[in-house]
């Protein structure tokens, strides 16, 4: 009897591809993890358990395949591994890289839960597309019939590109624009390198464009175009232009020199390393190399900033949150390599004012914890006469960010927004009450993540085509 390739998580330990050392790390923006070697990705695939119900599958945003596909490379069937998984998800590679799994798939394997260690999913993911790149499985999309209606969407990221894919997919006429030079949204020029290098973002921005879908970029909507004349142009529009408003504070010394935002740090970043022209970068405005940086906020944009600040150059680099590292938002496993790296994190520490023009200092207040408030979260509390300054000659806000003003912006003011600003949309089509017009990722949600940015454009896709029918399709078919 052939052996039975799976439930191997009792002899098979887990092992995650091999790490770079952290002081190489340092040196550059390249991803930190090495690829599996395909004997490694088997071996890891074996430990799943095939459970029946699938707390990873229901716990993935996009319900991937996911027994289904660590079987299949378990067996070294690694092409119908890579169908299964990219029937559910656009961008698996770029899932496999920087969702937060141990949160969402991982973070629900039973076997974790039993003490074991959790099937390592999202590096199976990564692999299965690397390889499918590599061997020539990905493909420009063909549509089997052209369709003559066309439908525009306003933003690149994964959002409006996973809508792209499923439209252009029918045959749809799909544009895209963005008012950016290059697609990708904040996979470009938010999410540095160490977690995603460009090239995996560039390639599928070439598969798109190769598989018929329009990019008009360095165009901003409401500016360049407005919205009512997108709308007279497609028969549908889908509004993915994500979050960008960067949260602020009020605080003595807010404005001085020095005091600089997480989006403009990252962006001019990321462009420097596609050898872009950045003057802020060189100018030293952007640019930690040679200074003290201290880094407000606990989330994964923060974490982001401090491990930027490293390779930049930085003297030194301290991440300030005001709760304790149990109750940040950001990824523990982005903590822990920052740590490596090098990054001190001040826990229970908040801004209370800026130190000099250009700054020379953070007025940092200690903070407890208290009693949880009605969410549940025990908020921060102040510890009086605690108070003390910490050396800065660069301080990144990472506090959050909100949507911009779009109802004002693009004159439409009977666009439908929360009292958040988020766009009012109904949460499995993305349909606004405006008719034809649609709206995905985080402009819906928030800021929030890759994965359900991709979910909402792959569902609000199949509403389209839903509305459109099959009424139309090309003669030249
Ligand atoms: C620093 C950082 C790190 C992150 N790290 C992770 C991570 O590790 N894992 C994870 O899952 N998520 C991460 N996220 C969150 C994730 O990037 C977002 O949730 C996701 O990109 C949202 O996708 P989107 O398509 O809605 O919007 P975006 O990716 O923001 O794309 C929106 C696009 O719309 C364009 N646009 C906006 N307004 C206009 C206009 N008026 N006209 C034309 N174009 C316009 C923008 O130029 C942009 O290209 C991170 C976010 C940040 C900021
Ligand atoms: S898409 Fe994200 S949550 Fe889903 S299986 Fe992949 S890594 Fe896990």
Not at 354 to 373: N, Y
């Amino acid at each position: 009897m052939a052996e039975q390739p799976m439930l191997k998580f009792v002899t098979v330990e887990r092992d995650m591809p091999e790490k770079r050392a952290a002081d190489l790390r340092r040196e550059d923006f390249n991803e930190i993890y090495a690829e599996y070697a395909e004997a490694k990705a088997q071996e890891q695939s074996s430990r799943c358990s095939q459970c029946g119900v699938p707390y990873c599958q229901s716990h993935c945003p996009l319900h991937n395949n996911i027994p289904d596909w660590l079987k299949l490379t378990a067996e070294g069937r690694l092409q119908e591994a890579y169908e299964v998984s990219q029937a559910t998800n656009t961008f698996p590679e770029i899932c496999g890289r920087i969702c937060p799994q141990d949160r969402l798939c991982e973070g629900n394997c039973v076997i974790e839960q039993s003490g074991h260690g959790t099937v390592t999913i999202g590096a199976v993911e990564k692999y299965i597309t690397d390889t499918a790149w590599e061997q020539g499985w990905v493909q420009p999309i063909a549509p089997r019939a052209e369709r003559s209606e066309s439908v525009g969407i306003i933003g690149a990221g994964p959002g409006g590109l996973a809508a792209a894919d499923v439209l252009r997919r029918a045959g749809v006429q799909v544009t895209v624009y963005d008012r950016y030079d290059r697609a990708g949204g904040l996979l470009t020029y938010g999410i540095p390198g160490f977690k995603l290098e460009k090239d995996v973002v560039m390639r599928r921005n070439d598969q798109l464009a190769q598989g018929g879908v329009t990019f008009e970029l360095n165009t901003n909507v409401g500016e360049d175009i407005s919205f009512d004349e997108l709308r007279s142009r497609h028969d549908a529009v889908v509004i993915a232009t994500g979050v960008y408003k960067s949260r602020e504070i009020e605080a003595p010394g807010v404005g001085a020199t020095g005091l600089v935002r997480a989006i403009d740090f990252l962006t001019a970043s990321n462009r420097k390393s596609f050898g872009d022209a950045v003057p802020e970068f060189d100018s030293g405005a952007l640019n930690a190399e040679g200074k003290r940086v201290v880094v407000i906020g606990g989330g994964d944009t923060a974490m982001d900033c401090v491990r930027t600040s490293v390779r930049q150059g930085a003297t030194s680099v301290k991440c300030l949150y005001r709760r304790d590292r149990a109750n940040m938002p950001g990824s523990q496993r982005e903590v822990q390599n920052a740590e490596e790296e090098g990054v001190i994190f001040e826990w229970l520490s908040a801004p209370k004012g800026f130190v000099g023009d250009p700054v020379t200092g953070v007025m940092v207040q200690k903070m407890r914890l208290g009693a949880p408030d009605a969410t549940g979260r025990q908020a921060p509390e102040v510890i009086e006469g605690a108070d003390y300054v910490e050396d800065a000659d660069l301080v990144i806000m990472a506090l959050g960010f909100e949507p911009e003003a779009l109802p004002t912006l693009w004159d439409q003011p009977e666009l439908p927004v929360t009292r958040w600003g988020t766009i009012k949309a109904a949460f499995t089509t993305g349909a606004t009450d405006l008719d034809g017009v649609y709206a995905v990722g985080d402009i819906v949600r928030g800021a929030s993540l890759v994965v359900w940015a991709i979910r909402d454009g792959r569902d609000c896709a199949e509403a389209i085509l839903k509305r459109l029918g099959d009424a139309s399709v090309m003669a030249a078919e």
